[in-house]
């Protein structure tokens, strides 16, 4: 028996990491420093290249029931999270360098992982010969060839969409005396470095936003976005308000030299521990690049602010999962070839590294002789992997929300709802462990600082 995990990202990294666990040898496959996607710029593991939130921690909502049901099965992302977070209100944010080294570290000395730094070109591969189980967790940004040769074996063209990073600017470049520290209705917290904006100097902003050049989408592309992460400026397009009422909404925030609330506000989030570092919260973006450093420089306090890393946008790949994956998430045209993350159809760092942790169990205990019955559609996860199986005329690819799982018997309002949908989310999660015993074999991770809200996670017996 011989296991491939192709990527070195979030979700091949937690697969391959649940496959060890289960005392399986497996080698992971990861192409940098050798060659590098046009998103990435880290020879290091599990690298976020996009926003270092993990969303919200609130179990009320399903991203924060998802962390709960990861850390019940020992995930390696939510102990490399919680070991390296950084301050950021209700959310979980990371230092993404110390957090990057933390998996990388986790995954050099697992004894029955082999790293190996070499590009897996195709399916077809040499360096395949002789494995048993090939798991393809090259994420959205996976090789051309590599791409090419997985739309071959599920018989159609790969489907895709396109996602933009937000920039970072650094924490000296930015004038103190214009901006404040605080979060969105959450008196004396200060996670957040807020930008108020009067009316005057939103709407000569998202004037300048939606005259500023763009970089163009090559000939043979259309840009299809993901609604969870449009580009500023596509926002912009659809209404001068639209902003106001979405990343620039200045709810709860109350601006210390007014004593009232801006009319927008930009947030800029801490992307280290030190907060030498902030990015630009809800600011993806496809601007040029000199345009980028001109409009944004209009927000309050950015006059003057050094851009160390300007947004960009990328092409990401996925398949028609409900058409091409099974249950497990092995494709019904290539027995013993697996995805897992992104590249699936979920959307969101925990979403894709909860996707490569149930795709190691699920072939971890395949190898074992059992068939995992996926999670009830009532929990976080069952929800997502229910989305990967649900028939859809255009599918696209979701985050973890309450809307893939199946509607609450009771009506209730909007709190209660949330509350409904936790509890029932953690008794189903319960007894799902309870039938598969051999989950218990994951385990919460060693080191891992468990972040369950009065005690340990909801586990089998141990």
């Not at 045209?333 to 992104?342: D, I, K, S, T, Y």
Request: with cysteine; charged share 25%; net charge neutral.
């Amino acid at each position: 028996m011989r296991i491939a995990v192709i990527g070195g990202g979030l979700a091949g990294c937690e697969c391959a990491f649940a496959l060890a666990r289960l005392g399986l040898p497996v080698t992971l496959f990861e192409m940098k420093p050798a060659r590098f996607s046009p998103a990435h710029k880290s020879p290091a593991l599990a690298e976020l290249v996009c926003s270092n939130s993990l969303r919200s921690d609130d179990p009320l909502t399903a991203i924060g029931l998802l962390k709960e049901e990861m850390t019940s099965l020992g995930s390696l992302i939510m102990d490399a999270a919680r070991a390296t977070n950084v301050p950021a209100g209700m959310a979980l944010a990371v230092d993404r360098d110390l957090f990057a080294a933390r998996v990388t570290q986790r995954i050099e000395n697992a004894p029955d992982i082999a790293l190996e730094r070499r590009e897996i070109a195709s399916l077809t591969d040499p360096a395949l010969a002789g494995f048993t189980d090939v798991v393809v967790a090259a994420g959205p940004l996976a090789s051309d060839g590599l791409a090419a040769s997985l739309a071959r074996a599920v018989g159609s063209e790969s489907l895709y969409f396109y996602d933009a990073i937000a920039p970072i600017v650094s924490a000296e470049s930015v004038e103190m005396d214009k901006v404040f520290f605080g979060s969105r209705n959450q008196p004396g917290q200060d996670d957040y470095l807020n930008c108020p904006m009067d009316r005057e100097e939103y709407f000569a902003f998202i004037r300048e936003l939606l005259e500023a050049r763009k970089v163009p989408a090559r000939e043979f592309e259309e840009q299809v976005h993901f609604e969870g992460c449009l580009p500023i400026e596509t926002m912009a397009e659809r209404g001068e308000m639209t902003l106001a009422f979405g990343p620039l909404k200045p709810v709860g925030l109350i601006d210390p030299k007014t004593g009232r609330r801006p009319f927008a506000n930009v947030q800029l989030r801490a992307e280290n521990r030190e907060k030498t570092l902030f990015n630009l919260v809800g600011f993806q973006t496809k601007l040029a690049y000199p345009e980028q450093e001109r409009v944004f420089r209009l927000i309050p306090g950015l006059s003057r602010a050094k851009f160390v890393r300007r947004g960009s946008i990328h092409r990401n790949t996925f398949v028609d999962a409900p058409r091409v994956l099974s249950a497990s998430l092995e494709l019904l045209a290539r027995p013993n070839v697996f995805l897992a993350g992104q590249i699936t159809g979920v959307e969101g760092y925990l979403e894709s590294a909860a996707c490569g942790l149930y795709a190691g169990l699920c072939l971890g205990l395949r190898v074992r002789g059992r068939t995992v019955t996926p999670p009830p559609r009532e929990t976080a996860l069952g929800g997502l992997l229910g989305h990967l199986r649900e028939p859809a005329k255009n599918f696209q690819p979701s985050n973890a929300n309450f809307g893939l799982t199946p509607p609450l018997e009771a009506r209730a309002g909007k709190a209660k709802r949330r509350e409904l949908y936790r509890d029932r989310a953690r008794t189903a999660w319960r007894q799902w462990l309870r039938d598969l015993p051999e989950a218990a074999l994951l385990g919460p991770a060693p080191g891992d600082d468990t972040h369950w809200p009065g005690g340990s996670p909801p586990g089998p017996p141990r």
